[in-house]
């Protein structure tokens, strides 16, 4: 008779489909982590509603169980100069053979693009699909991607959507008490996604995206949602990344996440702490954060 011995995100996993994993991982070695999640959450049918994998959720399954020693994951794919490797596969059946991957070492001026459904989305989509270690997840609430391009050419993906509501570093930084938090953290805004894509190689071109973005986020938020944000933020792994463009750009650091996400309720700490980098958008962000301005259009003298 199965026993159930583990339960983790709303699942509880028996022996058997432990063994399975054990298996799976053991045998595909030539697939990547994010591959050996979708694969394993399609033979365990373990999907959304929609009939998809759950990838995110069983590759922090994969990395709890390599963290407690059952398994071993292959080594993270990393880019190299001499080419580049998909780190999530394309979607079932989709076309890659559009893309453009020579080398790009200077970029002129640039323009970002909201990718609104049809072509550009689906192009933007392909690209975070293909080398953003997130992928194209679901995100909460509001959300405008851009794709960014220079001279005609395709050099890089941003996202901007709702922002967490528990940031125990943020919230001491603003001075919010939560009935403040409650009627104004639509105000603040995630860059969930940041992408540069492989093949680019431009100096400093990471910290001209996210300064060209902040101005632009204002006036396209209050087109598509009725109101501007104050403040940035966003989140960085600092096991794989050191968040230099956010510093290039003037991001502020105000400390780690407690590595719990959105939908932790049970303090399990699943995910890997990040670090915490914020953008004002205005001077009196935080006056109006806490309620003591209104929130009104912004204008010149407001802006940092």
Same mark, same amino acid.
């Given at each position: 008779?199965?026993?159930?011995?583990?339960?983790?995100?709303?699942?509880?996993?028996?022996?058997?489909?432990?063994?399975?994993?054990?298996?799976?991982?053991?045998?595909?070695?030539?697939?990547?982590?994010?591959?050996?999640?979708?694969?394993?959450?399609?033979?365990?049918?373990?999907?959304?509603?929609?009939?998809?994998?759950?990838?995110?959720?069983?590759?922090?399954?994969?990395?709890?169980?390599?963290?407690?020693?059952?398994?071993?994951?292959?080594?993270?794919?990393?880019?190299?100069?001499?080419?580049?490797?998909?780190?999530?596969?394309?979607?079932?059946?989709?076309?890659?053979?559009?893309?453009?991957?020579?080398?790009?070492?200077?970029?002129?001026?640039?323009?970002?693009?909201?990718?609104?459904?049809?072509?550009?989305?689906?192009?933007?989509?392909?690209?975070?699909?293909?080398?953003?270690?997130?992928?194209?997840?679901?995100?909460?609430?509001?959300?405008?991607?851009?794709?960014?391009?220079?001279?005609?050419?395709?050099?890089?993906?941003l996202q901007f959507s709702a922002s967490a509501?528990?940031?125990?570093?943020?919230?001491?930084?603003?001075?919010?008490?939560?009935?403040?938090?409650?009627?104004?953290?639509?105000?603040?805004?995630?860059?969930?996604?940041?992408?540069?894509?492989?093949?680019?190689?431009?100096? &400093?071109?990471?910290? +001209?995206?996210?300064?060209?973005?902040?101005?632009?986020? %204002?006036?396209?938020?209050? #087109?598509? =949602?009725? $109101?501007?944000p104050v403040l940035l933020e966003t989140f960085?792994?600092?096991?794989?990344?050191?968040?230099?463009?956010?510093?290039?750009?003037?991001?502020?650091?105000?400390? &780690?996440?407690?590595? +719990?996400?959105?939908?932790?309720?049970?303090?399990?700490? %699943?995910?890997?702490?990040? #670090?915490? =980098?914020? $953008?004002?958008?205005?001077?009196?962000?935080?006056?109006?954060?806490?309620?003591?301005?209104?929130?009104?259009?912004?204008?010149?003298?407001?802006?940092?």
């Amino acid at each position: 008779m199965e026993t159930s011995i583990r339960e983790f995100s709303g699942r509880t996993f028996c022996t058997e489909e432990i063994d399975i994993i054990k298996e799976v991982v053991k045998t595909y070695r030539h697939l990547s982590q994010n591959e050996l999640a979708y694969t394993i959450g399609e033979i365990l049918e373990w999907t959304t509603p929609n009939g998809r994998p759950k990838g995110t959720s069983c590759l922090r399954l994969l990395q709890k169980l390599e963290a407690d020693g059952e398994v071993e994951l292959p080594p993270l794919r990393e880019y190299s100069n001499k080419g580049w490797k998909f780190v999530r596969r394309p979607a079932e059946g989709e076309d890659m053979s559009w893309m453009e991957t020579s080398e790009i070492t200077e970029c002129g001026s640039l323009t970002l693009k909201i990718a609104r459904p049809g072509e550009l989305l689906r192009r933007w989509r392909s690209y975070i699909r293909a080398f953003h270690m997130i992928g194209d997840t679901s995100v909460y609430g509001h959300r405008i991607c851009y794709m960014v391009e220079s001279e005609g050419r395709d050099v890089g993906c941003l996202q901007f959507s709702a922002s967490a509501w528990s940031l125990a570093a943020r919230d001491e930084w603003i001075g919010w008490t939560v009935p403040d938090k409650k009627a104004r953290l639509h105000l603040v805004v995630n860059n969930s996604r940041t992408l540069i894509l492989p093949w680019v190689h431009a100096a &400093n071109l990471g910290s +001209r995206i996210l300064s060209q973005a902040a101005r632009q986020v %204002l006036r396209d938020w209050l #087109a598509a =949602f009725c $109101y501007e944000p104050v403040l940035l933020e966003t989140f960085v792994d600092t096991s794989f990344y050191s968040g230099t463009i956010y510093k290039a750009a003037n991001w502020t650091y105000l400390g &780690n996440t407690k590595g +719990r996400g959105r939908n932790d309720r049970h303090s399990e700490k %699943l995910l890997t702490e990040k #670090a915490i =980098f914020t $953008y004002p958008l205005r001077r009196d962000f935080r006056e109006v954060l806490k309620g003591e301005k209104p929130c009104r259009a912004v204008n010149p003298d407001d802006l940092p």
